[in-house]
């Protein structure tokens, strides 16, 4: 089964500390991996995306994820935290034959200590 | 990038009415939409894809009847939630994806603001 997993419900890092959120996927057919980031009421934001090449990417505000196809895994990291990124982070996952159609994990929320 | 509004940001209805949500593609044309309903706390689950012309396709378990989607245009789709109930509550969440240009074709979706709909 088709299936995207965050382990983490809820992480709080201090402000200026590293961070690293976990995505673990399930899925069939060569996943496209994406990780979005979602303020309290609103839509979701696109942080950075992984099709295929180099298994680092690099995405907005100073994230980065790394593709880890023997652990099945995308974890999406930053090296220092600022208080404006406490949100809901989403992993998904999805593939070109699915033509868009992703499947979201079920989300970590991210508060920063000041 | 690629912008996707959807209207209306919040609605309060009363039990039994039904209510419309608009998603558009303001600077591209979308042959595909995405609706998704988030309850508090939780993720995103698909209901349904839409495309332009043809009727949606409804995920497991998601009623046809109740969640009426129209594609009739490249920029616009509507969801409309018929008869809504307290249990209907939530917030509805559409997503575009453009043309076989660009990267769009590849997975990527823009993602409009959201509704959060009340059924009181």
């Known amino acids: 089964a088709q299936s995207v997993t965050q382990p983490d419900i809820h992480i709080t890092v201090s402000e200026g500390a590293s961070l690293e959120l976990r995505c673990n996927y399930s899925?069939?057919?060569?996943?496209?991996l994406f990780w979005y980031v979602q303020s309290p009421g609103q839509g979701l934001q696109l942080l950075l995306k992984?099709?295929?090449?180099?298994?680092l990417v690099q995405g907005i505000k100073g994230f980065e994820a790394e593709f880890k196809r023997s652990q099945s895994s995308f974890n999406l990291r930053k090296p220092s935290v600022h208080w404006s990124d406490a949100a809901e982070y989403f992993c998904a996952v999805g593939s070109y034959n699915q033509g868009g159609k992703l499947i979201f994990g079920q989300g970590t929320e991210l508060s920063v200590k000041p | 990038g690629a912008v996707v509004s959807q209207h209306p940001s919040w609605v309060i209805c009363k039990s039994g009415t039904s209510v419309k949500i608009e998603c558009r593609s303001l600077d591209f044309q979308a042959t595909t939409m995405f609706w998704y309903r988030q309850f508090p706390k939780q993720s995103l689950m698909l209901m349904a894809t839409s495309n332009e012309g043809s009727k949606a396709t409804y995920e497991q378990g998601v009623e046809k009847d109740k969640f009426l989607i129209n594609h009739a245009s490249l920029t616009l789709s509507t969801l409309t939630v018929t008869s809504a109930h307290p249990e209907d509550s939530s917030f509805y969440i559409c997503?575009?994806?453009?043309?076989?240009?660009?990267?769009?074709?590849?997975?990527?979706?823009?993602f409009g603001e959201g509704s959060r709909l009340t059924v009181l």
């Open positions: 992984y099709f295929s090449g180099d298994t």
């Open positions: 997503s575009a994806k453009g043309g076989t240009s660009g990267t769009l074709n590849t997975g990527e979706l823009f």
């Open positions: 899925y069939g057919a060569t996943p496209y």
